[in-house]
């Protein structure tokens, strides 16, 4: 039986920041039911997603994923959840992450293919690419994007999230480096991006929570957390998982150690670029599943 709680109230973990300002900013596209004072958010997680290998369970995926998209939109059925999301007519980018290190499981991207062809979009009409977005016909006519990418420490952004992930629809994204690439969110006001992001997937089966230098990656500090997070909101999603991250952390190190450098895009997405929501006070968080070491 899965267990859910809302731990909306709670503080916001990471003591290295503060989130400013004290008002709600929607997003603009509103094609399905949502709370209209918070950004749902939804965690599930499964003990035995993963095998002894870190490889995920693929009928568990599909489980976790479907059960994740009927409680965001508050529909028993998950064939007409993803409905609302999708549309036969639409034309769908999956934009996912292709770092070799820690790369989107492909066993879900087959689900999120396979989801989008039930909800009757024709194949030549739905494609999944990361770097090579901008010459991919598919991503430039698409009028639905759904964004998934595992999270993980990133040496310029601080961490690798959802709102980073579209950075590769840009020309120069060395342009959007500087002060910790803090305006990653413009990039969603582009043509080619705004308003069509009908799904934001944050894969935490197993992230990265600490490196340091370019391209970093030790599997010292890589864990099984066993989870997704799921929202229409990228902000909310994303400062979910940084929370997360920021108490593992903690955890790991025994102290207080600041992910570094601060993921100011995150916060600025909510503050300055009215993108979503950071502040943990208007997210409407729903755990479900197994709730050991859920460190939010």
Same mark, same amino acid.
């Given at each position: ?108 991207? #087959? ?43 990133? #040496? ?141």
């Amino acid at each position: 039986m899965i267990n859910k709680k809302d731990l909306s109230r709670r503080e916001f973990v990471s003591r290295a920041t503060t989130i400013a300002g004290s008002f709600y900013l929607g997003l603009p596209w509103t094609g399905v039911k949502r709370d209209t004072k918070k950004s749902r958010v939804i965690l599930i997680r499964d003990e035995k997603i993963l095998d002894h290998l870190l490889r995920p369970d693929s009928s568990r995926l599909e489980k976790m994923l479907d059960t994740a998209v009927s409680e965001l939109l508050d529909e028993n059925d998950h064939r007409k959840a993803w409905g609302q999301l999708i549309q036969s007519e639409d034309i769908v980018g999956i934009k996912t992450n292709q770092w070799n290190r820690l790369a989107t499981p492909p066993a879900l991207e #087959a689900i999120l293919k396979n989801k989008v062809l039930q909800c009757g979009v024709k194949e030549k009409n739905i494609s999944i690419d990361d770097r090579g977005i901008r010459s991919n016909s598919v991503f430039q006519r698409s009028t639905a994007l759904i964004n998934v990418r595992p999270m993980r420490t990133h #040496a310029w952004s601080g961490l690798g999230s959802l709102i980073k992930n579209y950075i590769m629809f840009v020309d120069s994204p060395s342009a959007y480096h500087g002060d910790s690439c803090a305006d990653l969110a413009t990039i969603w006001k582009l043509p080619v991006t705004k308003g069509k992001t009908r799904l934001n997937i944050l894969v935490m089966l197993t992230p990265l929570f600490h490196g340091i230098g370019p391209h970093h990656y030790n599997p010292e500090y890589v864990w099984p957390y066993n989870g997704l997070i799921v929202g229409i909101d990228p902000v909310a999603v994303d400062a979910t998982g940084m929370r997360i991250i920021q108490a593992k952390r903690e955890e790991f190190f025994k102290e207080i150690r600041p992910i570094n450098p601060p993921p100011k895009h995150i916060l600025v997405a909510e503050t300055r670029h009215q993108l979503g929501v950071a502040d943990a006070g208007k997210i409407d968080l729903v755990r479900l599943g197994w709730e050991k070491d859920s460190l939010i």
